[in-house]
Structures are given as C-alpha cells and as structure tokens.
T-cell receptor, first 114, second 113 residues
Framework: EPEVTQTPSHQVTQMGQEVILRCVPISNHLYFYWYRQILGQKVEFLVSFYNNEISEKSEIFDDQFSVERPDGSNFTLKIRSTKLEDSAMYFC????????????FGSGTRLTVV | DQQVKQNSPSLSVQEGRISILNCDYTNSMFDYFLWYKKYPAEGPTFLISISSIKDKNEDGRFTVFLNKSAKHLSLHIVPSQPGDSAVYFCAASYSNSGYALNFGKGTSLLVTP
C-alpha cells in the first residue's frame, strides 16, 4: 500500500536553529498538508499546498514557517528559528483530490527543541 | 478554541463487545466528519467518514452516527477486537474552509481479551 514517508523520525535541535522536515507524499497525490501535535494536545492543522502554492494556512503557520516542493517528490516544512514551543510531532499528509479529507498521513517527525 | 471535543480520554472494552466513542462539536458550519485511528509511532489512519446530509454510515464493523441537532457524533465498533486498541480521533471540516481538518484530542481505546 502506498505510504507517505517522513524523515527524520526524530530531530533534536537547539533553540534558534533552522530545521527542515522532509516528506515524500504518495506519488500521484496532488494535495499536501502539514499538521502538528504537541504532546498531550490535539492534532493541529498548519498548512495545505496545491499546485506549488499554499492553499490555506492556520494562525500557527507564521513567518517562521515555510513549505516547499523542491522537486517532483519531496515536500518540506522549514522552521527558520525554532522555539521551545515548536517541540511537537509533525505529520505530513497527502490526498489525491480536493475535498478528499480521508488523506494519508506519514508516521511523523518528532521535533525536540532544547 | 476547541471546536471538536472528545470528552473521554480513555475507554476500556472487552473483546467481542461494542465500543462507542463519542465526539461533540461546536461549529455548526461543519459539514463533514471523520474518524482516524492512531497506533503508537504511526500517523493517523483514516477509518470512516460521514457527510452532514447523512445520519449514519457503516463500513464493516465500524458505524458512525451523526446527530446534527445535538452536534454529536459517535463511532461504534462491533464486535471489538484487541487489534482495535489505539487512539481514535474525531475530525471535522466544512466545505468553505478549504482543506483543514479540526481534530479532537482523541480517545484511547483498550480492548481486553
């Protein structure tokens, strides 16, 4: 079964450093998403991406965050200057069509900011 | 703001019995609802969904019921199996919101033999 692949599975970074979280969506999917889950809290929407541009973003997704699809397969989330409160599990997801909310999630990257 | 609420953090059920997981929402604009299942060290996996034009959707052992007037939905698993032990997330969206899902905090289901 096709999978969404995320790397690394765990990233530790110092406060103020830049991090890039990587995702390989399912190959024929066109819609890409990032969500995060802070420990003990709900899964929160960050951003959606379609046709090489952001479709929607939440209030969490401020100027410190950016997304990119640098080639035909990767989808990245960059945090420019990490803060302690950015520590969370970050999930990438993809779907094949607009309105298909039953999209496929990756296993996540656990980001720890120290 | 918590627009999707799962008030039971955990639930324990015996194998073979029915598991009922509940979810409440506050935003009357929501018109699409989903349940995701999550195992440790994995991402959420889509389980079942329901549109607001329906009040019930069934897929094998899983049935989702929607009560729009009460802004409540529930997931029934019959019969429950030990492999169903996982965290279950309720999620909701509305057509004009674009692509975002609003998740609840999840309910941890334990099915005991």
């Amino acid at each position: 079964e096709p999978e969404v692949t995320q790397t690394p599975s765990h990233q530790v970074t110092q406060m103020g450093q830049e991090v890039i979280l990587r995702c390989v969506p399912i190959s024929n999917h066109l819609y890409f998403y990032w969500y995060r889950q802070i420990l003990g809290q709900k899964v929160e929407f960050l951003v959606s991406f379609y046709n090489n541009e952001i479709s929607e973003k939440s209030e969490i997704f401020d100027d410190q965050f950016s997304v990119e699809r640098p080639d035909g397969s990767n989808f990245t989330l960059k945090i420019r200057s990490t803060k302690l409160e950015d520590s969370a599990m970050y999930f990438c997801a993809s779907s094949d069509q607009k309105g298909n909310y039953g999209y496929t999630f990756g296993s996540g990257t656990r980001l720890t900011v120290v | 703001d918590q627009q999707v609420k799962q008030n039971s953090p955990s639930l324990s059920v015996q194998e073979g019995r029915i598991s009922i997981l509940n979810c409440d929402y506050t935003n009357s604009m929501f018109d699409y609802f989903l349940w995701y299942k999550k195992y440790p060290a994995e991402g959420p996996t889509f389980l079942i969904s329901i549109s607001s034009i329906k009040d019930k959707n069934e897929d094998g052992r899983f049935t989702v019921f929607l009560n729009k007037s009460a802004k409540h939905l529930s997931l029934h698993i019959v019969p429950s199996q030990p492999g169903d032990s996982a965290v279950y997330f309720c999620a909701a969206s509305y057509s004009n919101s674009g692509y975002a899902l609003n998740f609840g905090k999840g309910t941890s289901l334990l099915v005991t033999p």
